[in-house]
């Protein structure tokens, strides 16, 4: 405290003897209706870039809309239930792309939420502090590697990998359903929902634990207190967060549904709709990768774009649930 | 039960990590040599050359991006932090979160259409404005919570002394929060230098050396791409040196954010 104070007070002589001298020896009045003016302006200069970033939201939502304008009116709603994508005779329907990001992003979900809550149970429930804190900063690591990275090891390890050891195990031991039907590429579905599960982890994870530990130790109490055994007391704890997880879960989606580039280097992207994982697909954000830059025609590239607004509504609509679910549930437990 | 259980989930969810790291930094140590950073990139066909180019370029297009996104979001960010208790602020930093969630391609779509467009060709302008962008949300955020890990007395010091709250702000407040905040905005253009998907139709990439705004540009992320579909093992071989320079980076930086916002949080 008393270095703290010391700090303060020689910050402050800094600031003071900086300070132009004519201000300091002006009269009083005028002293404090110039203050006044400083912090006008400060405080609105600051507004003003906020105002920014608030109106950013709607200008690109808007930005897209005009841009896509050319294919909503001619393609209406048949866009996204159109199956087919022919740039040459310029007629376009993504349900193909719609198709592949909802497959690959349930496939995602399927695996990394187990995963996710049983990693946050863990890191909340069971780990001592000095195993959380380090395993937390791992998993958090591995939200900072960029997709392109992900990428890039999906093409020369996870492909092969899955190709040679996953698929044929699938086909062997479960090939009589239809999801596990068909040649093994490696490249395919199943690849991308993998990729995806690795890439999502890290965010339901990070906020499934705070939500764990937004809950009150009263409930944990309360169930020992019963006679509960960990496994029913994390049953109970996992019950009240219930929502928080659906939240996290969400976010996890949102994620999902927008990753680019680690899905279109394994995915295979070919705009078919197939009910096997093994085969190839595509996906909304892949299809927009592979094809802006050669798009040549006003209504390839307005298509192209019309998939981006959708992918943005979406998106927009995963997280704002998610974050008002997620800030609710803390709110909750925090306020009681 | 609960404990083996979620034993397993964690081996399972920390092993892609170490796979990850260790085959990057495998294949990529293998391949990283002084060419890689001093050498041009060599044409189809022939074996070595580097990614001087795209060095340069990735340097370029984050300078850029920090140029548009820095002031939007130090700026918001001191908004929320100082006068940050009111409705409006809500839904900025609501929509600021949100903004964060928007993939990044779609950003990519929106630099396309607002600066592509008009240009009608492509260029590390269009790049940096989609650079730009993806920080907003990430450097508002920092920017406020490094703020409001000030102590409250220092406030307090300062308008006792009769200063301004504009000049508490700027001259106390800012500078004691100065180091977080620096760690957050490289953490933030670190996230931006490994984006890729929003600089495949904005800057596009160039196997040749150039710094104009106005041109396409390489970037180290775009050549991992290409270089990674390509059936020459050197390329390939590239890829993972280039990967590796990434992940060294943005692994060095999240471990400065740590060791100095870990200080702020004791200090506290």
Same mark, same amino acid.
């Not at chain 1, 496994?231 to 994620?255: F, H, Q």
């Given at each position: 405290m008393q270095i /703290?104070? %010391? /700090? +303060? *007070? $020689?910050? =402050?002589? *800094?600031?003071?003897?900086?300070?132009?001298?004519? &201000?300091?020896?002006s009269g009083r009045a005028s002293k404090a209706s110039r203050w006044n003016v400083g912090d006008m302006v400060f405080k609105n200069l600051t507004l003003l870039f906020a105002l920014i970033v608030f109106s950013l939201v709607f200008l690109m939502g808007y930005e897209m809309y005009k841009g896509s304008e050319l294919s909503i009116q001619k393609f209406g709603l048949s866009f996204l239930t159109g199956t087919t994508w022919d740039p040459v005779r310029d007629e376009y329907g993504a349900l193909p792309f719609v198709f592949g990001t909802i497959v690959s992003s349930m496939l995602a979900l399927i695996v990394a939420v187990p995963l996710s809550v049983g990693v946050a149970v863990f890191l909340s429930e069971l780990a001592p502090g000095w195993v959380e804190r380090p395993l937390s900063y791992l998993v958090e690591l591995l939200a900072a590697i960029p997709s392109i990275v992900y990428g890039l090891w999906g093409v020369f390890v996870l492909v092969p990998w899955i190709r040679t050891t996953v698929e044929p195990f699938l086909s062997k031991s479960a090939g009589f359903l239809p999801i596990f039907k068909g040649a093994p590429y490696g490249f395919g579905m199943l690849a991308a929902g993998l990729i995806l599960a690795i890439m999502i982890l890290p965010i339901i994870t990070s906020i499934s634990r705070d939500v764990l530990k937004a809950i009150p130790n009263l409930q944990r109490e309360a169930a020992l207190a019963l006679g509960a055994t960990t496994?029913? %007391?994390?049953?109970?704890?996992?019950?009240?967060?219930?929502? *928080?997880? =659906?939240?996290?879960?969400? =976010?996890?989606?949102?994620?999902a549904v927008g990753e680019t580039m680690a899905?279109?280097?394994?995915?295979?992207?070919?705009?078919?709709?197939?009910?096997? +994982?093994?085969?190839? *697909? $595509?996906?909304?954000?892949?299809?927009?990768?592979?094809?802006?830059?050669? &798009?040549?025609?006003?209504m390839y590239v307005s298509a192209l774009i019309e998939i981006a607004l959708v992918l943005f509504v979406v998106t927009i609509i995963l997280n704002a649930l998610a974050r008002l679910v997620v800030w609710s549930v803390t709110r909750t437990y925090k306020a009681g | 039960m609960a404990t083996t259980f979620s034993l397993v989930c964690v081996l399972l969810a920390v092993a892609p990590l170490f796979l990850i790291f260790?085959?990057?930094?495998?294949?990529?140590i293998s391949a990283i040599n002084l060419d890689f950073f001093l050498q041009m990139p060599k044409p189809v066909g022939e074996t070595g050359g580097g990614m001087a180019n795209a060095l340069a370029g990735t340097g370029i297009l984050i300078g850029l991006g920090a140029l548009f996104?820095? #002031?939007?979001?130090?700026?918001?960010?001191?908004?929320?932090?100082?006068?940050?208790?009111? #409705?409006?602020?809500?839904?900025?930093r609501f929509l600021s979160d949100v903004l964060s969630g928007v993939p990044s391609i779609v950003v990519g779509v929106v630099a396309y259409i607002i600066v592509v467009? #008009?240009?009608?060709?492509?260029?590390?302008?269009?790049?940096?404005?989609?650079?730009?962008?993806?920080?907003i949300p990430t450097v508002t955020r920092t920017t406020e919570e490094m703020i409001r890990l000030v102590p409250h007395y220092y406030r307090e010091a300062g308008l006792a002394l009769g200063i301004p709250q504009w000049k508490t702000t700027l001259r106390i407040i800012l500078p004691t929060a100065l180091k977080g905040i620096t760690t957050g905005i490289l953490l933030a253009l670190a996230r931006a230098a490994g984006e890729t998907a929003p600089l495949l139709f904005t800057a596009l990439g160039n196997r040749f050396w150039s710094t104009s705004i106005g041109q396409p540009i390489a970037s180290l992320t775009v050549f991992i791409f290409d270089y990674a579909k390509a059936p020459f093992e050197d390329w390939n071989r590239q890829a993972w040196a280039a990967a590796l320079v990434l992940i060294a980076l943005i692994f060095l930086l999240n471990l400065i954010f740590r060791v100095v916002t870990r200080g702020r949080y004791t200090e506290r």
């Open positions: /703290a104070v %010391k /700090a +303060v *007070g $020689h910050e =402050l002589g *800094g600031v003071l003897t900086s300070s132009t001298p004519p &201000a300091v020896s496994w029913e %007391k994390t049953k109970v704890v996992l019950a009240s967060a219930r929502s *928080g997880i =659906l939240g996290a879960t969400l =976010l996890g989606l949102g994620r899905v279109t280097m394994v995915i295979g992207n070919r705009p078919e709709i197939s009910f096997s +994982v093994f085969d190839p *697909g $595509h996906s909304m954000a892949s299809v927009i990768a592979n094809e802006f830059t050669e &798009a040549t025609s006003d | 260790f085959y990057t930094l495998f294949q990529g996104g820095l #002031p939007i979001g130090i700026m918001s960010g001191i908004y929320l932090a100082e006068y940050g208790n009111n #409705p409006f602020a809500s839904t900025v467009l #008009p240009m009608k060709h492509f260029s590390a302008l269009a790049g940096g404005v989609a650079l730009g962008i993806l920080m």
